[in-house]
């Protein structure tokens, strides 16, 4: 896959001609809104090295990935626009990868209770885990019922282990920093909590629990790491797994709320997976969602204290937007998937790059008010996805998996 970088003046059909490429490939590939128009410095990606396939009639997909030397799985991933589905008709023409193009790593997706079916499937192929967020726990440890069947179905059908996300959420869906540590305090209902959490995983037939406590007290450090040390073993127990999601840090003393209760080697050790997280930026100072730099040491420090084959470094999906001149506490509003991308095309603004913290970004103006935009796009990605390399990493996470952003998975 090549990435160009769009210049002044250019069309598909020219970036398209370039590279010797279809002009229909581009389009299915980049899935633009609007593809007779582009900006100054967006991203295409281009469909290069590898090989076209028109379907003849009588072909299944199963037909041509057994003919190709090739796999429906791997099928779905290099043409998305099939939507996970089965069906191909005589005519469609099919991208296939070179092979070994694809070192394949861990990849796992966030969606949230509800995520639409049809979203799904797009995106199951893509992934090896799916978590579904977010679950709570009442005062005195129990899981309400957690209902969930149709990702798990689709999840099983696509090859995919399914986790659900426990979260510190009480019976009103508020996140609760106390709730935990009243759980985490009371050796009855930490008990129950781990009893429930395993019970929930068997009887809805998920593959495991992925733990996702925040805001966490420092001096719930040592509670924190027993009540995971205590889960991980009913979980092995029962063959099912443990998967954490941890603040990003880049040394083992770093105070603040979000980082002191968390032991990384603690943790680590009796985890399945970590998923490192973003530090978030929606209240700071305009800036990219995930600055290499940051990211860098925050990884750098995780496989100090972790096995690095045990890490996820998690892709942000989406932008955000600021209002200038910024002021503290403003909060910036949310792009989901390509929304940030397309904007700078339909407001004709140029995007930049921001090579030292490997991110995109314009600026435009709005009503008066000027506005600045940081977001992603597959220049970040990839060099994002070239940090998890370089570190061993065992592979990625997208939290925001159903805001499908085609620049994302076309690089993953």
């Known amino acids: 896959m090549e990435i160009h970088v769009v210049q002044p003046g250019e069309s598909l059909y020219r970036i398209a001609q370039h590279y010797g490429v279809p002009l229909a490939a581009v389009l299915r590939q980049n899935e633009l809104r609007d593809p007779n128009r582009l900006t100054p410095g967006e991203c295409i990606l281009v469909p290069v090295g590898g090989r076209q396939y028109t379907v003849r009639r009588g072909d299944t997909l199963a037909s041509i990935a057994e003919a190709q030397g090739t796999t429906v799985r791997q099928l779905w991933r290099d043409n998305p626009f099939l939507m996970g589905q089965d069906r191909v008709s005589p005519g469609q023409t099919l991208y296939l990868a070179e092979s070994g193009a694809y070192p394949r790593k861990i990849v796992l997706g966030g969606v949230r209770q509800g995520t639409d079916a049809r979203m799904l499937r797009r995106v199951l192929p893509q992934l090896d ?5 977010s679950f709570g726990f009442d005062r005195t440890g129990r899981i309400p019922g957690i209902h969930a069947e149709i990702p798990v179905r689709l999840a099983r059908r696509y090859g995919v282990r399914p986790v659900f996300v426990l979260t510190m959420q009480d019976e009103n869906g508020r996140f609760s920093g106390e709730r935990a540590r009243q759980v985490l305090r009371d050796p009855a209902a930490r008990a129950n909590l781990i009893r429930s959490a395993a019970q929930n995983a068997a009887a809805g037939e998920w593959a495991g629990i992925m733990l996702d406590f925040e805001y966490l007290m420092p ?3 040592d509670a924190f790491s027993d009540f995971v040390r205590a889960l991980k073993a009913q979980l092995a127990s029962e063959k099912l797994v443990l998967l ?10 770093q105070t603040g709320l979000l980082c002191e209760a968390h032991d990384f080697r603690v943790l680590g050790r009796n985890a399945d997976l970590c998923v490192l997280k973003n530090a978030l930026v929606a209240l700071g100072a305009p800036s990219a969602l995930a600055d290499i730099g940051r990211m860098n040491e925050a990884v750098r420090y995780a496989v100090s204290e972790i096995p690095a084959k045990k890490l996820l470094c998690s892709l942000p999906a989406g932008g955000l937007q600021w209002a200038l001149p910024w002021h503290q506490g403003q909060r910036a509003r949310p792009f ?5 991308a ?7 603004a140029p995007v930049r790059y921001d090579d030292a ?6 600026n435009f103006w709005r009503g ?3 506005q600045e935009v940081w977001f992603e796009d597959a220049r970040s990605y990839r060099a994002k996805c070239a940090l998890a390399a370089e570190y ?15 620049q994302l998975w076309g690089i993953l």
């Open 129 to 133: 885990y799916l978590a579904v967020a």
């Open 219 to 221: 001096e719930d450090r």
């Open 244 to 253: 954490l999601a941890l603040p990003p840090k880049n040394c083992r003393g």
């Open 336 to 340: 989901a998937g390509a929304q940030a």
């Open 342 to 348: 397309e904007q700078a095309v339909q407001v004709g």
């Open 357 to 362: 913290a490997q991110a995109p970004h314009y």
């Open 368 to 370: 008066g008010t000027e």
């Open 392 to 406: 061993r990493l065992g592979g990625v996470a997208v939290p925001e998996a159903a805001q499908w952003y085609s």
